[in-house]
Nanobody, 129 residues
C-alpha cells in the first residue's frame, strides 16, 4: 500500500528550528519528485519546496529561501525539510507529496495538482512565543 507519512511537527518559538520527515512506502521513491506544501489557517495550500527525482535539484519559494532545506534519502525512502529561523507566518499544516518529474516546475502555483500523485496526511507546525 502506497503511503507518505509526515512527522516532526510541533510548537516552537520564533527563531527556532524543526525538522520534518516524510517517510514513504509502497513505491520506489527514486522515480518521484517530492514537494513540501503548507496550509495556514483560513488559507489555501501553497508550495514551499521541491526536490527533483533524477537530479535531486532543490527549489524554494522566496519566503523560505535561506531558512529551509529540503533533502532526500532514497535508501531510507524519506524526504526531509529542515526549517530554521522559523517565523510566526510559517505556522501551518505541512504536507509532503510525491509526483512526476514535472512537479518541481509547477509546485509554486495552482497547477501542481496535475502533477501530484500521492499526499501525506500532514503535520502541524506552530510558531508562537
Amino acid at each position: 500500500q502506497l503511503q507518505l507519512v509526515e512527522s516532526g511537527g510541533g510548537m516552537v518559538q520564533p527563531g527556532g528550528s524543526l525538522r520534518l520527515s516524510c517517510a514513504t512506502s509502497g513505491f520506489t521513491l527514486d522515480y518521484y519528485a517530492v514537494g513540501w506544501f503548507r496550509q495556514a489557517p483560513g488559507k489555501g495550500r501553497e508550495g514551499v519546496s521541491c526536490i527533483g527525482s533524477d537530479d535531486g535539484k532543490t527549489y524554494y519559494v522566496d519566503s523560505v529561501k535561506g531558512r529551509f532545506t529540503i533533502s532526500r534519502d532514497n535508501a531510507q525512502n524519506t524526504v526531509y525539510l529542515e526549517m530554521n529561523s522559523l517565523k510566526s507566518e510559517d505556522t501551518a499544516v505541512y504536507y509532503c507529496a510525491a509526483g512526476s518529474r514535472f512537479l518541481c516546475q509547477y509546485y509554486r502555483g495552482s497547477a501542481y495538482t496535475h502533477y501530484v500523485g500521492h499526499w501525506g496526511q500532514g503535520t502541524e507546525v506552530t510558531v508562537s512565543s
